[in-house]
């Protein structure tokens, strides 16, 4: 059996070897390295995978997060709400720019932010709302653009786990994930469902005034060369990784329905176990799989991470720290309404999710978990 990995990106990359060393060696000897033309055309073939006007490439996902925010004229002490149950960054860059976070408690069975918990949250100085599409699927889009609109907010999608998911809205049109909100962000970090092979992100907005905006800011806010009108930031995608991209978009859809098949090896495997509850699909996201996480509720999560790593079988908790809890953001913590983001804290554990995952090694691992849970 293959030596099994949370993320095997070394089998992916040899299926489309080939193409993507090609890709690359053309970029070297065109020697268009910064803003070449592979990332225009990577560019306008993600606009029309996700059927969005503007995509603005730029350095990670976190730039993109931080360029959102930059590019709404937010002003210090303006509230944002996001989750406690997300990546840091999402936090993170609402603190660089001197906002303010507010930190909600997310649903218990969709692992996405609670809608109910964004209403209580608002003041008359929230003016966002981030949804985090966490581990593939999109949160409750539909009410909280319906939210957004009755309080004038901005919506910004962190879709960096979920790129490729859909959502179906009621009146039956179906929108790619990181397109329903003012703006959407994504990261191409090489794990991610569709990964470069170093870091890269964007941005995504039907808005032509603010796409126009964000492409000054994410190059020292300048709209006419050497003329600078804003403070801005240098973050980019090379031409290298655009070339990399060009290679592997075509591939996402396929790239998530292997992931789909082995999260339904999974379910099957755990179905109806007392102490196992496996991922509950949202009702109106189809899944992505960027992870596949349990929930464990005899209390040995910890055990069980442990038994596994003896078989040699890697799982992570993602996350285990609620980011109300992190000092860095905040000195002391409110744990009233957080309910769900502290019992999974305890519960929750990754297991290996990729694209390459085989029957032999589903098997073995699952024959694990369930030799550990009895
Ligand atoms: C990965 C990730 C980011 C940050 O992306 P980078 O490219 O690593 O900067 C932000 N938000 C979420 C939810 C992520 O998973």
């Known amino acids: 059996m293959k030596k099994i990995q949370m993320v095997d990106l070394q089998s992916q990359y ?89 930190l909600v408690d997310v649903d218990y069975d969709t692992f996405t932010i609670s809608t109910e918990q964004i209403r209580k949250a608002i003041t008359p100085k929230t003016k966002a709302i981030i949804p985090v599409h966490l581990f593939g699927q999109c949160a409750d889009m539909e009410e909280i653009i319906k939210i957004a609109k009755e309080h004038n907010l901005y919506v910004i ?20 994930s990181g397109t329903m909100g003012t703006l959407g962000t994504t990261s191409f970090f090489p794990s991610k469902n569709l990964g470069c092979y170093g870091d890269g992100g964007a941005l995504f ?28 930031v240098n973050s980019r ?9 060009r290679k592997k978009l075509p591939h996402l859809d396929t790239y998530n329905e292997a992931r789909r098949k082995a999260a339904e ?3 099957e495997a755990f179905a109806g176990h007392d102490q ?24 040995q ?13 890697p799982a992570m908790i993602y996350y285990p720290v609620a980011l109300r809890k992190q000092k860095a953001y905040f000195q002391d913590s409110n744990d009233a309404d957080f309910e769900n983001t502290d019992k999974l804290l305890d519960q929750v554990i990754s297991l290996p999710m990729h694209t390459e995952l085989d029957d032999e090694q589903l098997k073995y691992i699952t ?6 849970m009895k």
């Open 237 to 245: 995608l090379d031409s290298v990784q655009a070339a990399i991209l």
């Open 14 to 102: 040899y299926k489309i070897k080939n193409d993507v060393d090609n890709a690359v060696l053309n970029v070297m000897d065109s020697a268009a390295f910064i803003n070449g033309p592979e990332v225009k055309s990577f560019q306008n073939e993600l606009e029309s995978y996700l059927d969005v006007q503007h995509v603005i490439p730029c350095g990670n996902g976190t730039d993109a997060l931080q360029i959102a925010l930059m590019a709404l004229d937010l002003k210090e002490g303006d509230e944002v709400i996001t989750a406690d149950f997300t990546f840091a960054a999402t936090v993170e860059v609402i603190h660089l720019l001197k906002l303010k976070s507010v």
């Open 301 to 313: 999560r910890n055990e069980l991470q442990k038994f596994l790593t003896e078989k040699d079988i």
């Open 205 to 232: 907005t039907n808005d032509d005034a603010l796409a126009h905006r964000i492409r000054g800011i994410v190059n020292h806010g300048m709209y006419e060369r050497y003329y600078h009108d804003e403070v801005g």
């Open 276 to 299: 196992i509850l496996t991922p509950k699909r949202a009702e109106n996201s189809s899944h992505v799989f960027h992870q596949y996480t349990l929930r464990i509720l005899n209390g």
């Open 157 to 176: 999608e962190d879709n960096a786990q979920a790129i490729g998911a859909e959502y179906t809205l009621s009146d039956g049109s179906v929108k790619k």
């Open 367 to 372: 024959d694990a978990v369930l030799e550990f």
């Open 265 to 267: 090896y999974y379910d």
